[in-house]
C-alpha cells in the first residue's frame, strides 16, 4: 500500500513541477520583461558564484542549498502540504521561466548541457522530497481528523526513505554540477 501512496504522491508532485516548469516558459513567452528579471536575478545570485567560487565550495554551496530546499518540501509536509505545494511550483515556474530565456539566448543544446548531467538526479530527489512531503501531510491529515494512523511513525519512515534516496542523490548532483557541468558548459560555449 506505501509503495502506491508514494507513487501516487510522486506522480502529484512531478505534474505540479512540470506545470509549473510549463506556466514559467508561457510567462516568459508572454512578458520577456518578466524573463529579462529571472535572468538577471540568476545571473547575480547563481551564475557568478558558479564561475568564482572553487570547485569545493560550489560543491559544498549547491548540496547545502539542495539539502534545505529538500528538508523544507518534505518537513514542510507538516502544513498539510502548503509549503511543499508552494515550493514546488514556486521553483518549477522560475525554473520554467529562466529555461525559456537561457534557451532564446543559447538554444536548447545548451539548457540540456547545463541540466541534465545533474538534473538526472537532483530532480528526482526534488519530486521525492516533495511526494514525501505530501505523504506526511496526508498522515496528519488523517491523524487529527479521522483519528486514524500515527503521524510522527509514518514520518520516521519518510525520513529513512529521505536519508537513504534524497541525501545521496543531491550529493552526486551536487558534485557533477560543480565539477563536471562547468567543463561540460566550456566545451560547448
Do not use: W
Amino acid at each position: 500500500m506505501f509503495d502506491r501512496l508514494l507513487s501516487r504522491s510522486l506522480t502529484f508532485s512531478a505534474v505540479l513541477f512540470v506545470l509549473a516548469v510549463m506556466g514559467g516558459v508561457l510567462a516568459v513567452r508572454q512578458d520577456p520583461a518578466f524573463g529579462h528579471e529571472l535572468l538577471a536575478g540568476f545571473r547575480d545570485q547563481v551564475a557568478l558564484q558558479v564561475q568564482s567560487d572553487h570547485p569545493v565550495v560550489l560543491f559544498a554551496k549547491i548540496f547545502v542549498n539542495n539539502l534545505v530546499a529538500c528538508i523544507a518540501l518534505f518537513v514542510g509536509g507538516g502544513t498539510f502540504g502548503i509549503l511543499p505545494l508552494l515550493v514546488l511550483s514556486s521553483n518549477g515556474l522560475v525554473i520554467g521561466g529562466i529555461v525559456e530565456m537561457v534557451r532564446q539566448e543559447k538554444g536548447t543544446g545548451f539548457i540540456l548541457a547545463a541540466i541534465l548531467p545533474h538534473g538526472v538526479l537532483e530532480i528526482p530527489a526534488f519530486l521525492v522530497s516533495a511526494g514525501l512531503g505530501f505523504l506526511l501531510a496526508e498522515a496528519l491529515a488523517r491523524e487529527l481528523l479521522q483519528d486514524e494512523g500515527d503521524a510522527s511513525q509514518e514520518a520516521l519512515d519518510h525520513g529513512r526513505l529521505f536519508v537513504r534516496y534524497v541525501i545521496p542523490f543531491l550529493m552526486v548532483a551536487a558534485a557533477v554540477e560543480a565539477f563536471i557541468t562547468p567543463h561540460i558548459l566550456q566545451l560547448i560555449s
